[in-house]
């Protein structure tokens, strides 16, 4: 019996022994917030906006840190063009309808419409409140698990060995009060062109000038080689591009939390005589009944090994542990970015 306690306490340290899973928020929020369809920003800042132009690191050759790692570790700004011109020219062709009126109080009402003051389908002269843009809730789960069981044990002493663990991380992420505002792909294009051309700033546009303002984010790592898996060729370990923001997603509210639950449980059930040769039931001699009347009473039954009534054992084991972070539905006294997208410019190696 000691044996198989110790095996199954082995057996739960092991199962229990795998390593969690790392709840890297910065990783949860990239991966939910490119679903979206945009460049995250972790954390939300407020002073990133359309006109920005940043040196990325766009890919690892040896990793896919590149895209796990927040924005503000693979990146950094190294201007801003006022695409003021271009902003205001975008919203005077885009439509503003207006406010929504309350909710009608009884179900089944008509839901009436705010009418335009002067003709609904002619933009404003001046856009006066940010296009709206809505984001559901998102959740993200990450679940480990690792279970084990002792077969050859379990034939030996005739039990049941087991144990599992698991291990589960929650990040959710609701948005409140969002807005955006940008510009077309071709003038942000345009402007980017004219950035590379011009005399003073096409320095910045060049393997070499990106790289060189890269290299002080992470240094001389930005200039390693490695071989190229098709070709065998030596290449740049780091892909690097500029890129000029045309748009970004904004939020007044962020409401996150973070939950980790583990578990681990282990049991065992033991029957003691198991492995033990089966002993047949023998006939035993007829005996004389109670009254007297002398006829054979049926012989009484041998218990078998293995049977209900042999002595066994039962062992099992089990533990929790739950946290949880919260940041809590506060609003913000200014809207802050939660992610972009940007027209791209990849000089060539």
């Given amino acids: 019996m000691i044996v198989v306690v110790a095996a199954t306490s082995a057996l739960v340290r092991w199962a229990g022994s795998g390593e969690q899973p790392k709840l890297s928020v910065a990783k949860q929020w990239n991966e939910a917030i490119e679903k979206l369809g945009f460049e995250p920003v972790y954390p939300p800042v407020e002073d990133i906006q359309v006109g920005d132009i940043f040196a990325i690191i766009s890919e690892d050759a040896l990793s896919d840190s590149a895209t796990e790692e927040p924005f ?5 700004k190294l201007l801003h063009v006022d695409l003021t011109p271009e902003i205001e020219q975008a919203y005077r062709a885009v439509y503003q309808f207006p406010a929504t009126n309350a909710r009608p109080e009884k179900e089944g009402h008509i839901w009436l419409q705010e009418s335009a003051a002067g003709s609904l389908f002619k933009a404003p002269a001046t856009r006066t409140t940010l296009p709206l ?27 049941a060995f087991g144990a599992d663990a698991s291990s589960t991380g929650t990040v959710e992420v609701r948005f409140s009060a969002t807005e955006t505002y940008g510009v077309p792909a071709v003038p942000a294009e345009l402007r980017l062109l004219d950035f590379c051309e011009d005399e003073e700033t096409k320095a910045f546009c060049s393997q070499r000038g990106i790289r060189k303002q890269l290299g002080m984010l992470i240094g001389k790592r930005i200039d390693d080689k490695v071989k190229d898996r098709k070709t065998g060729m030596e290449r740049p370990r780091f892909s690097v591009e ?14 996150t939390s973070i939950i980790e639950d583990d578990g681990m449980r282990g049991n065992i059930g033991v029957n003691q005589q198991a492995g033990l040769p089966a002993i047949a039931a023998q006939p035993a001699p007829a ?3 109670a ?3 002398g006829k054979p009473q049926p012989p009484a039954p041998v218990p078998q090994a293995g049977a209900n009534n042999t002595p066994g054992a039962a062992l099992a084991a089990e533990r929790r542990a739950t946290s949880n972070v919260l940041l809590p539905d506060t609003l913000l006294p200014r809207p802050v970015v939660v992610g972009f997208k940007s027209v791209r ?3 060539v190696e």
Avoid: C, E, H, Y
């Fill in 291 to 293: 009254s007297g009347d």
């Fill in 72 to 76: 503000a570790g693979r990146s950094i």
């Fill in 133 to 159: 843009v809505l984001f559901p809730r998102f959740t993200i789960t990450n679940v480990k698990r690792a279970s084990g069981s002792a077969s050859a044990m379990s034939q030996l002493f005739g039990g």
């Fill in 287 to 289: 005996t004389t009944g």
């Fill in 345 to 347: 410019f990849k000089p």
């Fill in 242 to 255: 500029l890129a000029l923001v045309s748009r970004v997603f904004l939020a007044r509210s962020i409401q």
